[in-house]
Structures are given as C-alpha cells and as structure tokens.
C-alpha cells in the first residue's frame, strides 16, 4: 500500500493536509483530552477543558479563563517537526494547495508554510476587542490575571474559536473549496467521522483520501488509505 500512495503523492500537484490533534502531540504539545490530563484538569479545576475553554467562561468569568489558558494551555507550545518540514518542502516544489489546520498552536506558520486556513484560529493571533491592537503570546504570557491591552485597558481576546461560538463560516468554505478540488488529500491526526472533517472533505471526488491516524476511529473507513501509527513516520514513508 505505501507504494501505491507514494506514486499516487509524486504525481499530485495540488496536495491538501488536514493537521489535527495527533500532531501537536508529536511535536511536543499538549492533549487536553488525553485522559489522564483531562481527569488532572478536572480535579484542579472542577471544570472539564471544555467548560473552561468556552464562550461562556470568557465572557463572564475572565479570570477564571485566562488562568486555565495561561497555565493548561499557552505554557505548552508545540515546535513543529519533521511532518511540517516535508509539507514545507511539498510547498516549496509547488504542489501543496493548503494545508488546512484543527489545530490552534500555529504549527503551519511557524514552519514558515504560507498557504494554511487555519479554522479554528491561532493562540499567536491575540487582540484587543476595542481598538484590534494585535498581542503576541508572551504579552499574554507575562501579563497578571487578566491580559489587558495597554492602550485601552480593555481585556484582550486570543484569536481561537472558543466552545459555544459559531465557527467561521468562510474559513471553512475556503477549507472545502480547496479540498474539492485537490488531486490528494493527507488528513493527519484528526477524526473523519468528525462533522467538522466531513464539511470540509465532503466535496472531494478524487480516490486519494490519506489518512494517518495514531489508533482506529469509527471514521477511518471514509478515508481510501490509512496508516496506523506515529503521524511524521508514516508521512516520512509515504513522500520520501
Ligand atoms: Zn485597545
């Protein structure tokens, strides 16, 4: 099976990675879902990350939010690795349509990938609601309880889809526009049976849907191919 999806990737020029949860993990991040973090936050907090993290939280309990999302998230931020450097690659030969990121930690960016829809935003993008002077996250990082921006004094806002809020509807548009139309798509550390990953490769006709997945999901049987394992090996082997 490797060689065929090798051939199949050599021969596409208009490529799509879907980036989810499985590789913040591989590239040294944090998986608040994980059960033993998920129960570890429970206990400290009383909340699930979920509660934490939502619209609710931030709007009227902001204290509460930015000590979850200073301490549980932002102190734990993923460096990509191999896997970012090969799409890198992929990009810089010409062939990579976008890459479309679940991810919120800006992996795409840092790896210096230009062409990345990130859906569900990027804690490296923070602003303040009043007058959109954009914060970086060490402003956050190094602020007292609530981050606040220095001209307006109003409480800043990180720049990711908080639980309870719509998702953005033309990010994932463009997501679906960009799959529809791509020779193969690598969906990498993420749920197919998800709604979200449904939206988005709904539309693709083609006979190419990679997946590399750590362990099975009820979802893997939409995908054409997928490989069971660490994420950056298995795309290692199938574009080397
Ligand atoms: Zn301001």
Known sequence: ?????????????N?????GLGTIVECGGRDLWDSDIFYGIENKYKMCPEQLLSAGEYSSRKERFYN???????SYLPKPDETYTIIKNIEDE???????????????????????????GSVYNNYCPQCNKTFDVDYLLKSRAIPVCNECKKALRPNIRLLGERV???????????????????IMGADLGSSKIQFVTGHYKGSALILLAYEEHYGDKYADYVFYGSIKDNLKAITS
């Open 15 to 19: 490529i799509v990675f879907l980036t």
């Open 94 to 120: 010409g062939r990579l349509k976008s890459v479309v990121s679940f991810n919120i930690f800006g992996l795409e960016k840092l790896a210096g990938i230009e062409n990345v829809i990130e859906v569900a």
């Open 68 to 74: 979850f999302y200073k301490n549980e998230v932002i």
């Open 1 to 13: 099976m490797i060689d065929t999806v090798k051939e199949i990737l050599k021969k596409s020029n």
């Open 168 to 186: 953005d509807n033309d990010l994932y548009t463009q997501a679906a526009i960009a799959c529809s139309s791509a020779d193969a798509i690598v």
